[in-house]
């Protein structure tokens, strides 16, 4: 006797049309990931913030800052002392309590992201800061961001003493024109991703960990910055500096991964995501099919190591644009990539950075072959967050960070991890099916 299998029910209508979305969403996506994989940022540039973001130009004083809309009312610490230092760096007030008065009535507030540029931590950009400009040779996107300043009293995590301010001034009129003059000098600038290629390789996720990338940086620079025709001791200052920041390649990240999204998700459909960002009090993302529309939730506090004398009470809701890094699948993404840095951010070992980046695998589009990882079997780092896989398994994109007191003026009081809010995700993706027109429930 022949035992036959039971009929497949036929799908119903409901079922071909979510069927024939979700392919339409594939192609889309596919896509999106060449443009990803197939991008070349280049440094081009080095020049005064105002000179190429017209919104810095106009008369009314303008702050940038990082992560979705916010009122400096609503704020933290860190951020709110960001904007204090960077009105006593353009010179619209003399002291803190001058500058606050003058934040909370007269300075109007924008987003980096909605002007090309990103930030780290406050992201806070003034006219006159000096910024990074890279441009997506393809497509000719660009992206701008301020250069790292290194480590202790810093802007970005809210110091603003007269050695920051110092600090940006000497960035600006010193450091910025000898890069750029550096970069100028190269055919056709500084490509970007041969630079990350080879770091990737040698222990760098490009947030947290940038020591490979920013040493292969100082040896295209130093010649021709040792070749310019600079005082001696401003010369030192600059190359000095240079081979002192560890960190100072991530700003370059920043804004390649910048352009590289922007150029990706110009006119494209699908469900990657684009920009990943926090101001503090929410974290935002953007994605491809929904063009510059911000998807909200209220952002986590990063839990990692801190340094004497601080704690996790200490630490301040998470900021930055940084996450930019991950949205283009590096940083917490591939922390599979340096295994140097898991102690630090106090993620555990070896073990926990493999799983990390295997967990990670779940909601991406795949690999990226052009950054081979070799401690992962030379699989490429993940590429294209994917909304729909993010809400499908619960698994949310893992960001490393630096963690900033929660009081301003205070600065880096540790390093750890932060997860992004599956609410961003669950609003992103329902908006992506009402656009489609798909009913939720019924589906």
Partial sequence: MTSTAPDTPAPTVLEE?????????DEANEQIIQRIT?????????????????????????????????????????????????????????????????????VRFIPCHHVGAVGPMGGITSAGMAVLV??????????????????????????????VV????????????????????????LPVMPL?????????????????????????????IAAQDLDPARKQRILTFLGDTDQFFLNIMMASCKAVMDAARAGADGSIVTAMTRNG???????????????????????????TGFS??????????????????????AMIAAPGVIRFVGAGGFGDALAASEDMLEIVHGHNSGLPIPTWDFQGACVGIDIRKVVATGITPIINTGIAHRIAGRGQVGAGTVRAPLACFEKALEALAAKHGVDVDAA
Wanted: proline share 5%; with cysteine; aromatic share 6%.
């Fill in 196 to 224: 990350v290629a080879r770091a990737i390789t040698m222990g760098d996720e490009f947030h947290q960990r940038n020591i490979a990338a920013s040493a292969l940086l100082l040896t295209k620079l130093a010649g021709p």
């Fill in 17 to 25: 049309e979510t069927m024939t979305i979700a392919a339409s969403i």
């Fill in 166 to 189: 110092e600090r940006l001034r000497w960035m600006a009129e010193d450091l910025g024109p000898a890069i750029a003059e550096a970069v100028r000098g190269l055919d056709g600038g």
């Fill in 281 to 307: 009090k929410n974290f935002g993302i953007r994605v491809a099919g929904l063009g510059d529309q911000w998807f909200e939730a209220p952002v986590n506090t990063p839990e990692g190591l801190f340094f």
């Fill in 134 to 163: 890279v441009e997506e040779s393809g497509t000719g996107t660009r992206a701008y961001c301020t250069m790292n300043e290194g480590i202790g009293k810093v802007l970005r995590f809210g110091a603003y003493d007269e050695e």
């Fill in 38 to 106: 197939g991008a070349q940022p280049v440094l081009v540039d080095v020049v005064r913030a105002a000179t190429v973001i017209p919104e810095l130009a106009q008369e009314q004083k303008t702050l940038l800052h990082a992560g979705p809309p916010l009122p400096f009312a609503e704020m933290t610490g860190p951020m709110q002392g960001s904007c204090v230092g960077a009105a006593l760096f353009e010179g619209w007030a003399s002291t803190e309590e001058e500058a606050r008065e003058l934040l909370a009535s007269e």
């Fill in 312 to 333: 996790q009470e200490d630490a301040n809701p998470d900021i930055g644009d940084s996450a930019i890094t991950e949205t283009f699948g590096v940083g917490g993404m």
